[in-house]
């Protein structure tokens, strides 16, 4: 065999090799989907969606990354508490994926990731799992409760709210029952109160409870008990 033979076959191994481990690209997240604010059967729809790539990749796994306005960050609670929920109903593997809420400067935004063995995650910025709010937001109702059913499936106001005030010391609480019995509306004021002293260890000087008439004529579909939050 002759050097330059010798030569030309080396350097054709050689560039093969490099072919071969350029061709093997590094595993990387795939962003499955992303939405801002949407109704909640659509909400519930893209979950599903979500939970196939999951079930059709069984050696990837998920991070669902909510992120928003520090002050709206009960809107982002809120969507995590949805999907856990619908997770629960689903009968899906909530091991499959985490879910991350950050604080940014747009509004509400959800993203759904599948991310590949060996890949590495999306960065998560301005990461946030507290119940911290700002101390100059404006006050306003942060969940309440209703007969009435709905499309999305039921999550706990009052424990979210009750996890707002124990993080936000200097916070307050105001609870507004609606009843046309007013001794039934003052029944349900204690056991709130209750609820939030005994769980929560929320002082009870930090609360206050106002009864008020169901609105409208006749029949009522609004909330029957209302969380509003006081910086």
Partial sequence: MGWKFRNLLICVLLLGSVNI??????????????????????????????????????????????????????????????????????????????????NSNEDLKVQYWLIAPGADEPEIVGLDMSYNLPWDMKPRMLGYESDVGGVCPEVDDAATFGAFLRANKRARGNVVIRDKSKVRALRRAARVLNYFVAKYGIRRSRLRTFIAKPEGPTNYYGPNVEYWYLP
């Fill in 21 to 102: 481990a350029f061709s093997q690209q590094h595993p990387v997240a795939i962003l499955v989907d992303e939405h801002g604010e949407t109704a909640c059967d659509e909400s519930l729809g893209r979950m599903d969606t979500y939970f196939s790539e999951l079930r059709n990749n069984p050696s990837g796994t998920g991070l669902v990354i909510i992120s928003g306005r520090p002050e709206n960050k009960d809107r982002s609670i809120l969507r995590q508490s949805i999907l856990e929920a619908h997770t629960k109903d689903r009968g899906f593997n909530a091991g499959r994926f985490r879910i991350a809420r950050a």
